[in-house]
């Protein structure tokens, strides 16, 4: 293409620069526009694109649920069950020892029996609604031969005239208790209205009767007849 010369050589110029930027153009738009059959149709050219498209996912701001506050719930109080101590209870003048539980009361002050009772209500009255109490009848003897304990509980029973009512399930029999010859009897009473269980236990040792007489009451002997009977086991003749 040659240029006009009446042209200033600055327009000159600028027109070659344009016709250089249009050819470089048309050779980068060559591939993708129709070409052109010896018949004059046109043929389409498939674009391809030449980059990939990404989406960017959405930013997510994390959301954070506090944990609910929790208030501690305070644990109650509990008052630990005290334990008994073993106890020890010796008669120097009839000669005997036996073993309980601290949280037992003892009344020696007569000179006839010794009360054992299982809290102090039980041993300052004659009511005997729960729990129970225990006698102890001491007695010297000169006799010999010595008497039975057998004979001697046997005898005891029909004179110990203390219930409204008395029912022997069991008389007097010989056994050995804590190791010791003994005998035992039980029953069914009314004590002061209320119901009660009775063992009875009597030794017979060097001149010296013992006989005791367990008194439980019926709403709780399976509560404190346990406690009694290791009193019982305990007790010695000396």
Sequence with gaps: MQLPKYL?????TAVLLWLATAVSACATLAPYLPSLEPDGTATAIALTP??????RAPTITPTFTPAPTTTPVPLPS??????PEPATYRNEEHRFSLTYPDNWLVNDDDSHA??????????VTNVLDVGGVIFLFPEAFTADPPPSPTAVL????????VFDSEEVTQPATA???AGQEAAVATADAVFNRYPVKINYYTFVRDGQILVVVVMLAEETVAEYEPTAVRIINSLRME
């Design 114 to 123: 010794i009360l054992m009772a299982s809290d102090e209500a039980r041993l």
């Design 78 to 83: 509990l008052t630990p069950t005290r334990i």
């Design 154 to 161: 046997t005898a005891f029973i029909q004179n110990f005239v």
């Design 175 to 177: 056994a050995r208790v």
């Design 50 to 55: 030449t980059e990939e498209v990404f989406l």
């Design 8 to 12: 200033p050589r600055w327009w000159r």
